[in-house]
Nanobody
Framework: EVELVESGGGSVQEGESLTLSCAAN?????????SAWFRQAPWKDREGVAL???????IYADFVKGRFSISKDIVKNILYLHMNSLKPNDTAMYYC???????????????WGQGTQVTVSS
């Protein structure tokens, strides 16, 4: 199983930016898979934020389009989430994960990192 380790979370003011990182110590089996970011606020369901597929394509949730961007350093095997214009309701635990298909469907993801907390104050 591939180990995923998130970092970069913290506390920021509304409107500021933050970049999260997810380091992996390997790759899932097969040539194609999704590397994704999810988030979960207290007493809320975990929800997909963005994914980066092995062909370089991306998918974003509507609530972050135009504000967040996902990228991957292939050589270092690090997934990034660049978060701009942060809002208080972006406050959540952010998790990276891998899954076999190009979808933000939660049920397709079985390998997860430990999470990193993002707190946005107004």
């Amino acid at each position: 199983e591939v180990e995923l380790v998130e970092s970069g979370g913290g506390s920021v003011q509304e409107g500021e930016s933050l970049t999260l990182s997810c380091a992996a110590n390997g790759h899932p089996s097969g040539d194609y898979y999704s590397s994704a970011w999810f988030r979960q606020a207290p007493w809320k369901d975990r929800e997909g934020v963005a994914l980066f597929y092995s062909d370089g394509s991306t998918i974003y949730a509507d609530f972050v389009k135009g504000r967040f961007s996902i990228s991957k350093d292939i050589v270092k095997n690090i997934l990034y989430l660049h978060m701009n214009s942060l809002k208080p309701n972006d406050t959540a635990m952010y998790y990276c994960a891998t899954g076999p298909i190009r979808s933000l469907w939660l049920g397709s993801y079985k390998n997860w990192g430990q999470g990193t907390q993002v707190t946005v104050s107004s």
